[in-house]
T-cell receptor
Framework: EPEVTQTPSHQVTQMGQEVILRCVPI?????FYWYRQILGQKVEFLVS????????KSEIFDDQFSVERPDGSNFTLKIRSTKLEDSAMYFC??????????FGPGTRLTVT | KQEVTQIPAALSVPEGENLVLNCSFT??????LQWFRQDPGKGLTSLLL?????REQTSGRLNASLDKSSGRSTLYIAASQPGDSATYLC???????????FGSGTRLLVRP
């Protein structure tokens, strides 16, 4: 069964460094998403992406964040200058239409 | 602003019991509602999706119901097993939006 994959599974970085989290959505899906979950808190929406542009973003998704679909298979989330409070589990998701979202296993980001 | 609440926050039951998890939302203008399972440190597995026009969905021992007008959904688990132990999250997708809004989850422990 097709699934969303994410790499790396765990990323440790120092405050102020740039990180890129990678996702491979399900191949025939057209809508892509990033969510995050800070330890012990709710899963929060960051951004949705369709037709090579951002379709919706939350107030969390400020200028430090960017997303890109550099080729036909990858979907990336870049954090330009990481902060301690960016430590969280980051989930990628994809969907065919405005419908059921399928989530990847997540990347645990630890900022020290 | 949509708020999603899940009660109880934690639940411990003996194996074999039937149980009900509750989810409520404040804004009834939803497009659909999804129930997810999350194992510790892992991703989100979609269990059931109910469209706003539907009343319930079933998959194996799981049955989810939706009462959109009262802002409530329940997840019924029949004949619980230790392997059902996990956190169960509900999330709503609003009309004219791409983002899922999550509840904080119910942590379920099924004791052998």
């Amino acid at each position: 069964e097709p699934e969303v994959t994410q790499t790396p599974s765990h990323q440790v970085t120092q405050m102020g460094q740039e990180v890129i989290l990678r996702c491979v959505p399900i191949s025939n899906h057209l809508y892509f998403y990033w969510y995050r979950q800070i330890l012990g808190q709710k899963v929060e929406f960051l951004v949705s992406f369709y037709n090579n542009e951002i379709s919706e973003k939350s107030e969390i998704f400020d200028d430090q964040f960017s997303v890109e679909r550099p080729d036909g298979s990858n979907f990336t989330l870049k954090i330009r200058s990481t902060k301690l409070e960016d430590s969280a589990m980051y989930f990628c998701a994809s969907s065919t239409t405005h419908y059921e979202q399928y989530f990847g296993p997540g990347t645990r980001l630890t900022v020290t | 602003k949509q708020e999603v609440t899940q009660i109880p926050a934690a639940l411990s039951v003996p194996e074999g019991e039937n149980l009900v998890l509750n989810c409520s939302f404040t804004d009834s203008a939803i497009y659909n509602l999804q129930w997810f399972r999350q194992d510790p440190g892992k991703g989100l597995t979609s269990l059931l999706l109910i469209q706003s026009s539907q009343r319930e969905q079933t998959s194996g021992r799981l049955n989810a119901s939706l009462d959109k007008s009262s802002g409530r959904s329940t997840l019924y688990i029949a004949a619980s097993q230790p392997g059902d132990s996990a956190t169960y999250l509900c999330a709503v997708l609003m009309d004219s939006s791409y983002k899922l809004i999550f509840g904080s989850g119910t942590r379920l422990l099924v004791r052998p």
